[in-house]
C-alpha cells in the first residue's frame, strides 16, 4: 500500500509540475497577477511531494519491502541502516528521484531567498524550472519508476547494495554532486527567464550570481568527493582517472567556472551577455548530457549501473528538446543582446573573455575524448576503441597552465582599461619571485631537477604571490593593514580565496603526478619491503567478521628511516549477500604526504599480492576544493545580492550599478 | 579601420587561434592515445601488429588462471569460446577478476601472447561490459554451429 502511494505522490508532483511550467509562465507573459502569484505555493506543492516519494521509497528501505523491484535490486536484509538509507540513490530509479527532489530544493530555495527580485521574474524563473521538473519527474514515470513491484512472487531477500557502494564516500558524494548539477538548472531558468522578459540586464546578472557561485561550490565539492572516494576505495591509488563518467562533471565544472567569470563581467560591465546566457545554456546541456552517458549504456565505466536504451533516447530526446528550444529563444532575442566594446584591449574584461575561451576549449577537448569512442563506433560500423588518460593530460595540462597565467593578469588589471606598464610594475617581481622560486624549492626538497615539478610550483607560487600583491596594493592607502583588510568587499576576499584553493590543486596535483612512487609485490607474513624513506613490514593476517562480511586483515608495521610510525590494517571483504569481493585500502594520510596499502589476494603458501604507494601532496587536491569551494560561498554572502525588494524588471534596470564609477562603458540594451 | 572594428577583430583572431591550437592539440593526443579493441579471434588471426597497443575483451576460461607462487606474475586464457587468448599480467588483479567472467586485457601482443599492462574487471556480476559482450557476439556470428552455450553463459 506504501509504495503506491509514493506511486500517487510522483504523479502528483509531475501534475503539479506541468502546472508551475504554464500557469505562472503565461501569467507573467500576460501580466495576469493571479498566475504569477501562483508561482511560490505551486513550488511548494512540488516539493512537498516530491519529498513525499523520497521519504515513502526511504522507508520501504528501511522496512525490507524486497516487493518493492527497485528495493530488492539494491538492499538485503543484513544491510547497515545508514546504507540502506542511502541505497536509495544506489541505483538508477532512486537516484534519478533523488536528482529531482533536489530540483524541487532548489525551486524551494529560490522561491524563498528571492525576496529582491520581481514577482513576474520569479514566477518565469520558477515557471522554467517546472518545465525541467515536469521532464524529469515523467521520464521517471515512463521508464524508471522506483516504486515499481515484483507481485505476487517477491523475493525473500534483497540482491544487496554494490559491495563498492558500502561506504561513507556514498554517503556524502552523490548529494553533493546532484545538488551541484541541478543547481546550474538554476542559473539556466534565470537565463532563459531573462530571454523571455526580454531584459538581459545588469540587475539580471546580479541576481544569478549568487545561485551560480553557491551551484558552483556544491560541484567543485561533491566532484573532489567523488575523486577522494575513488581514490580509497577503487585501491588503484589514483584519484583522477578521466572514466567517461567523470568526464561529463568535469565539464559541467570547467563551463561553471567560466559562467561564474562571464556572469562577473555581465554584471559589472553590462558586456559578455549573449556570451553569458549562452554558457548558461551549455552548463545546463552538459548536466543532460552527463546524465544521458551515465544512463544510456553507451559507455562502460564504474558508474554505469543499471542502463538501458530506452531511458537513454528520452534523455536524449529531452536534451535536444531543451537545447533546440533555449538556442531557438537565444537567436530570437539576439537582436536584444547587443552590447559594444566599452573596454581597451588591456583590460580585465580582455582576460576574462581569454579565460572564458580556455575553459570552453578545455571542456570542449574533454566531451570530444568521452564520445570519440561512441562516434567511432557509429561511424566504423561497429569497431570499438577507448581514449586513455594520456589524451586528456596532454590537452588539459598545458590549457591549465595558460589559464593560470592569465588568471593572476585578470585579477590585478582594472575593468575597462589597463595599462602594459602597470601591470609590468605590479607584477615583475611576482613573475621573478615566482620562477625563482620554482626552480630551487622542488630542486632542494628532493635534490633532483624536474621540469614539471619545476613549472607547476611556479605557476603555482604565481597565483599565490599575485594575490599578495593585489591584497598589498589595495590596502596601501589604509591606515593600518587591520583597517585595510576589513575595508575589502566580501566578493573579493571570496574571489582570492577560491583563487587560493585553485593554487593548492594545481600544486598538489602537478606534484603527486610527478612525485608518487608505487611498488607491486608479493609479501609471506614476516617479510617486509623498501619503498622510499619507509620500510613496511608484513605480520600476516587474521580473520574477521563484520555485519554483513567476512574479512581477511592484515597487519602492516610501518617504519620510517628504522622508527615506527604506525600500523595499518588494509582489508580483504566478501561481501555475504552477493558473494562479492571487496578490498578496503589502508592509509596513513598527511599534510605532506599519503602511504597507501591495497591487499591483493592470497597465494596457496600464504603469502599476499599487494600494491603500495608512497603519494606526497596527495590531499592538497581535495584541500584545495575545500578552499576554492569556501571561497565560492564567501562571496555568495556578499551584502551586495541582499538588497530591497524592486517591484518591476523596469525599476531594476534603472537602478544604479552597484558600482557607479565603472558603469560608464555600459550601453543601454533593448 | 574604426577602433572598435580593431577590437572585435582582435578578439576574433585571439578566438581563431586559441581554437586552432585546441583542435591541433586535440587531434594530436588523440591519434597518440587511441587503443584499438580487438577479439580474441582476431588476435588468433593475427590482426595485431606485434607491439601495438590494444585492448582484447573475453571470458576467463574456467580453470585457466596459473598464479605463481614467487612473484606476482598471472597467466590465464582469454576467450571468446571460438579462440583463446594466452594473457600473461605482473600486478594485481582486480577483486571482480574471476573464472568464466568476463575480463578486459590492455597492452601488447608478442608471438600470439599477450602482455597486459592493465586488466580490468566489472563492477557488477550481472553487468557485461560492451566490449566482452561485443567479443562474444562477434564469435557466435561467425560459428556456423546454431549451438550458443556462449551467448547463454553471457546474459
Known amino acids: ?670 | 579601420m574604426k577602433p572598435h572594428r580593431r577590437k572585435k577583430l582582435t578578439i576574433i583572431a585571439f578566438i581563431a587561434t586559441g581554437l586552432s591550437v585546441a583542435i591541433g592539440l586535440s587531434l594530436y593526443a588523440l591519434s597518440n592515445s587511441i587503443d584499438l579493441f580487438f577479439t580474441p579471434t582476431q588476435v588468433a588471426a593475427g590482426e595485431v601488429m606485434n607491439g601495438q597497443r590494444v585492448r582484447v575483451g573475453g571470458m576467463v576460461k574456467e580453470g585457466s588462471v596459473m598464479r605463481s607462487e614467487e612473484s606476482l606474475h598471472v597467466e590465464f586464457v582469454a576467450t571468446d569460446y571460438a579462440h583463446d587468448v594466452l594473457i600473461r599480467y605482473d600486478g594485481i588483479l582486480p577483486d571482480l577478476f574471476r573464472e568464466g567472467q568476463g575480463v578486459v586485457v590492455e597492452g601488447t601482443v608478442a608471438n600470439g601472447v599477450f602482455e597486459a599492462s592493465r586488466v580490468l574487471a566489472k563492477h557488477d556480476e550481472n553487468y557485461m561490459s560492451v566490449e566482452v559482450k561485443a567479443a562474444l557476439d562477434a564469435a557466435e556470428r561467425s560459428m556456423s554451429v546454431p549451438e550458443t552455450e556462449g551467448g547463454a553463459n553471457g546474459s
Open chain 1, 1 to 670: 500500500m506504501v509504495p503506491e502511494l509514493g506511486q500517487f505522490a510522483l504523479i502528483l508532483s509531475f501534475c503539479l509540475c506541468v502546472l508551475l511550467g504554464t500557469l505562472p509562465l503565461i501569467g507573467a507573459g500576460t501580466g495576469n497577477q493571479l498566475w504569477i502569484s501562483l508561482a511560490r505555493p505551486l513550488t511548494a506543492g512540488v516539493f512537498v511531494f516530491l519529498s513525499l516519494c523520497l521519504l515513502i521509497l526511504g522507508y520501504s528501505f528501511v522496512t525490507d519491502d524486497f516487493s518493492v523491484q527497485f528495493v530488492a535490486q539494491h538492499s538485503n536484509s543484513l544491510l547497515p541502516i545508514q546504507y540502506k538509507i542511502t541505497a536509495v540513490w544506489g541505483g538508477h530509479e532512486g537516484s534519478f528521484l533523488f536528482w529531482t527532489w533536489m530540483l524541487a530544493l532548489w525551486m524551494l530555495a529560490v522561491s524563498l531567498f528571492s525576496k529582491a527580485m520581481p514577482d513576474d521574474f520569479v514566477a518565469r524563473v520558477l515557471g522554467i524550472m517546472g518545465l525541467i521538473g515536469a521532464g524529469y519527474t515523467l521520464f521517471m514515470i515512463a521508464t524508471s519508476n522506483p516504486f515499481d513491484r515484483v507481485l505476487p512472487l517477491s523475493p525473500a531477500d534483497g540482491a544487496d547494495l554494490n559491495s563498492a557502494l558500502q561506504d561513507i564516500g556514498f554517503i556524502i558524494h552523490p548529494p553533493s554532486l546532484y545538488m551541484g548539477y541541478v543547481g546550474f538548472s538554476v542559473v539556466f531558468a534565470f537565463a532563459i527567464a531573462a530571454l523571455l522578459s526580454g531584459r538581459l540586464d545588469s540587475a539580471w546578472a546580479r541576481w544569478s550570481r549568487p545561485w551560480a557561485n553557491a551551484a558552483w561550490a556544491i560541484l567543485t565539492i561533491g566532484i573532489a568527493l567523488g575523486s577522494w572516494w575513488a581514490y580509497y576505495e577503487l585501491g588503484w591509488g589514483g584519484w583522477w582517472a578521466w572514466d567517461p563518467v567523470e568526464n561529463p562533471p568535469m565539464i559541467n565544472w570547467l563551463l561553471g567556472t567560466a559562467l561564474i567569470h562571464s556572469l562577473a563581467v555581465t554584471e559589472k560591465r553590462g558586456v559578455f551577455k549573449s556570451w553569458t546566457v549562452l554558457l548558461a545554456i551549455m552548463a545546463f546541456a552538459s548536466s543532460l548530457l552527463g546524465t544521458f552517458i551515465t544512463r544510456s549504456g553507451l559507455l562502460t565505466s564504474v558508474h554505469a549501473f543499471a542502463s538501458d536504451p530506452t531511458r537513454g533516447v528520452y534523455i536524449l530526446g529531452f536534451l535536444g528538446l531543451v537545447i533546440g528550444g533555449s538556442l531557438l529563444l537565444f537567436a530570437l532575442r539576439a537582436p536584444l543582446m547587443k552590447s559594444e566594446f566599452g573596454f581597451a584591449s588591456v583590460s580585465r574584461e580582455v582576460f576574462l573573455l581569454a579565460n572564458n575561451i580556455i575553459l570552453v576549449v578545455a571542456s570542449a577537448a574533454i566531451l570530444l575524448g568521452t564520445l570519440y569512442p561512441m562516434v567511432y563506433q557509429a561511424v566504423s560500423g561497429g569497431e570499438l576503441i577507448s581514449v586513455g588518460p594520456p589524451y586528456f593530460n596532454t590537452i588539459f595540462v598545458p590549457l591549465m597552465s595558460i589559464l593560470v597565467i592569465f588568471l593572476v593578469l585578470g585579477a590585478i588589471s582594472r575593468w575597462k582599461k589597463t595599462s602594459v606598464a602597470y601591470l609590468k610594475q605590479q607584477l615583475r617581481n611576482v613573475a621573478i619571485a615566482s620562477v625563482v622560486l620554482g626552480l630551487i624549492l622542488p630542486l632542494a626538497l628532493t635534490l633532483e631537477f624536474n621540469v614539471g615539478a619545476s613549472i607547476a610550483t611556479a605557476l603555482g607560487l604565481w597565483i599565490v604571490l599575485g594575490i599578495v600583491q593585489d591584497i598589498r596594493l589595495k590596502i596601501a592607502n589604509k591606515p593600518s593593514v587591520l583597517a585595510g583588510l576589513r575595508s575589502l568587499a566580501v566578493a573579493y576576499i571570496g574571489m582570492q580565496i577560491a583563487h587560493f584553493g585553485f593554487a593548492v590543486i594545481l600544486m598538489g596535483a602537478a606534484l603527486t603526478s610527478i612525485y608518487s612512487i608505487e611498488k607491486s609485490v608479493l609479501l609471506s607474513p614476516g617479510q617486509g619491503v623498501d619503498l622510499g624513506h619507509y620500510h613496511f613490514q608484513f605480520d600476516g593476517t587474521e580473520h574477521l567478521s563484520g555485519p554483513n562480511f567476512e574479512a581477511e586483515r592484515a597487519t602492516f608495521q610501518v617504519l620510517r628511516d628504522g622508527e615506527f610510525v604506525r600500523e595499518l590494517h588494509p582489508e580483504k571483504r566478501v561481501y555475504v549477500a552477493s558473494m562479492s569481493p571487496s578490498t578496503e585500502m589502508a592509509i596513513d594520510a598527511g599534510f605532506t604526504r599519503d602511504l597507501f596499502i591495497t591487499l591483493g589476494e592470497e597465494r596457496e603458501s600464504g603469502a599476499w599480492s599487494m600494491s603500495i604507494y608512497i603519494k606526497p601532496l596527495v590531499r592538497w587536491v581535495w584541500l584545495g576544493s575545500i578552499i576554492m569551494a569556501l571561497g565560492a560561498i564567501v562571496a555568495v554572502l556578499d551584502k551586495r545580492y541582499r538588497r530591497l525588494k524592486v517591484k518591476t524588471l523596469a525599476q531594476a534596470a534603472a537602478e544604479p550599478e552597484a558600482t557607479p564609477g565603472v558603469s560608464g562603458g555600459q550601453t543601454v540594451t533593448g
